[in-house]
């Protein structure tokens, strides 16, 4: 689709906009006080875009001098977008990506149609552009789409009707957004005003509570936290300097207790998030925080037996066809779950497999599975393993046929899925599952890192914490291994794996890089924007799992980190076109990449071998 056909739609979607209030949405108690501040600042919203609009179009792209006026013009832009865009992104999320949608064309499976990006994170990356002046019609297009439909935000607002208990929900779900995305730069990383943009957002948020506080009980201990983060992020708004981890532990995360608490409370506790659980005390940093349940085909891996089977299965060679491999050959407990090789070779020891070994630890955190994502869930990719010739070789009636050979397997199967299920014995489906339940067993949170976020403020060295801030700000770790999991699995909602193209080399000399030829996901659905395109891998316990990247070809952390200093493959000089992340180099100190290093072993799990036992 088109640009100019996508701002044509917007402004008759905006005109509409009654049409598009969800159905049962009625105006309840005092969300209505909230839409009236609310409303005015969306007429802010638009007049800073009018400004943005004049100060671009007055720019002398030949003279660089003029440049820093509509830059700040920009930034002030996008202070003002972050007042409303909590209730753009819950009431109309499809509207909020027209005004900050990634700078990557959005991609929809299995259709594969997409959409031009477009708003404020395209205009920065041409506003930053060295060649700005060769993107002038790309950027004065741009600015006239926000233009054109920012001025019907306000119109969209005053139709909306909305329960107390949606605005609440709203409130928190932006929280997750200052923790994760905000104080990282995900959304601004040339600019670098993300610290400055969360303390915008926490204006809105102390505003748009406030009339709710009215008889809550620890109105008191809420406003004080409220008031602390505004305050701290307001002191604090250098990007680079930000200490994120205090900012966290001391006021985000009580704060996010306290607005559970509040919800509960005034019984407006509204929980539409599936991969979110929802509890008083569990925070985002919390083991139970993100719901296993939600990803595709979970099993209960708190049924014990369910998960005692599982791990019984994964160490038989009886899975594979000539009984030589388990999944633990390759997925070794002693290797973190990996098998610490850069290719492992296949089943009949002739010929290499085509891509590094993950680890299984927190893999079910994911919608996608394999460095492609071709396996939707653990189950398709626990089938795919087992069938494929050149992995376990295992046919599911031959590995059934064994398994129903064995004496206690069969009574292990029967007294889970009970004689009523079992009258045609055992299945492929008993088999997956009960090695689903093993693998989604496999989510110990017992690092340094999550002792300190529980608490015990000691459990990280300085340079730890150095570098969990370098992770979450600076380094721009953080912006694709997005925290609480370090991997790909996107905040605030948690309902998709993000794949992205680095553009990393064929091997691990960044003085003479060559091209690795792995086209990844575009294998699977052949359009540009997926070549070379990969997971996002978990960074908990990287520590001990190198080799390191799809390939396997960078035998330490300290090569990777180097890798992204200067900018990944296009960085280095490679032709990756459709690179995803920028390839502006980092500029990080020799300390600062030690401190990294440090912050990612910070996340190896401790007595790995309890999982076994």
Not at 67 to 89: D, G, H, N, S, W
Not at 258 to 273: G, H, N, P, R, W
């Amino acid at each position: 689709m088109k640009l100019s056909l996508i701002s044509a739609a917007i402004l008759l979607l905006l005109i509409t906009a009654s049409a598009l209030i969800p159905p049962g949405r009625v105006d309840h108690g005092r969300s209505k006080e909230n839409l009236d501040w609310l409303i005015h600042d969306a007429v802010g919203f638009m007049a800073s875009t009018d400004d943005l609009g004049s100060a671009i179009a007055h720019m002398d792209y030949s003279n660089p001098a003029t440049m820093e006026a509509p830059k700040q013009t920009f930034k002030e832009c996008r202070l003002r977008y972050k007042r409303i865009a909590f209730f753009l992104e819950y009431f109309y999320p499809e509207e909020a990506k027209l005004f900050n949608g990634p700078p990557k064309p959005d991609v929809q499976e299995p259709s594969m149609e997409y959409n031009d990006p477009t708003g404020l994170q395209v205009i920065e990356a041409l506003l930053y552009d060295k060649n700005i002046a060769g993107r002038q019609k790309e950027l004065s297009l741009q600015v006239h789409i926000i233009m054109n439909a920012a001025a019907g935000i306000p119109e969209l607002f005053s139709h909306l009707n909305a329960t107390d208990s949606q605005v609440i929900e709203s409130y928190r779900i932006e929280l997750i957004r200052i923790m994760t995305l905000y104080i990282t730069g995900y959304d601004a990383p040339i600019a670098k005003t993300g610290v400055a943009e969360a303390a915008e957002s926490m204006n809105a948020l102390t505003e748009g509570i406030s009339p709710y506080l009215d008889g809550y009980s620890q109105k008191d201990s809420l406003r004080f936290y409220i008031s602390a983060c505004r305050q701290y992020l307001q002191a604090n708004n250098n990007f680079d300097s930000f200490d994120r981890l205090f900012f966290l532990t001391r006021y985000a995360l009580p704060l996010q207790n306290q607005l559970t608490q509040f919800a509960i409370e005034k019984k407006l506790m509204l929980s539409t998030v599936p991969a979110l659980n929802v509890s008083g005390n569990n925070n985002l940093f919390s083991e139970y925080a993100i719901n296993k349940r939600a990803f595709p085909d979970a099993e209960d891996d708190s049924h014990a037996f369910l998960a005692d089977l599982g791990k019984k299965l994964f160490f038989d060679k009886a899975l594979s066809g000539d009984y030589s491999h388990s999944c633990a050959t390759c997925h070794s407990p002693g290797k973190y779950f990996t098998d610490g090789l850069e290719q492992n070779r296949t089943i009949n020891g002739k010929n290499f497999l085509p891509r590094n070994t993950p680890t299984l630890l927190y893999a079910c955190y994911q919608y996608n599975q394999f460095w492609d994502g071709r396996a939707a869930g653990l189950k398709a990719q626990i089938a795919t393993v087992l069938n494929n010739t050149n992995e376990m070789d295992g046919r599911d009636d031959s590995i059934i046929n064994r398994l129903s050979r064995d004496s206690s397997y069969i009574k292990s199967f029967k007294k889970i899925w009970r004689v009523k299920d079992y009258h045609n014995g055992i299945t492929t489906k008993h088999m997956t599952s009960a090695l689903e339940a093993y693998i989604e067993s496999l989510t110990p949170f017992q690092s340094s890192f999550d002792n300190y976020m529980r608490g015990n403020w000691s459990a990280l060295s300085a340079s730890q914490q150095r570098g969990f801030n370098l992770f979450m700000g600076k380094a721009a770790c953080g912006t694709c291994h997005f925290a609480p999991l370090f991997n790909g699995l996107a905040p605030p909602l948690f309902d998709r794996t993000e794949f992205e193209i680095v553009g990393t080399t064929a091997n691990d000399s960044l003085a003479k890089p060559r091209p690795d030829h792995d086209q990844g996901r575009y294998i699977l659905f052949p359009i540009r924007y997926y070549d070379g395109a990969f997971k996002t891998p978990t960074i908990r316990n990287a520590a001990m799992t190198a080799p390191y990247m799809h390939n396997g070809k960078f035998r330490t952390l300290e090569k990777v980190i180097d890798f992204y200093d200067k900018g990944g493959g296009k960085g280095l000089g490679l032709d990756v076109p459709e690179q995803t992340l920028l390839a502006t180099p980092l500029h990080l100190s020799e300390q600062e990449k030690k401190d990294l290093v440090a912050f990612i072993g910070s996340l190896t799990d401790q007595n790995i071998n309890k999982l076994t036992e």
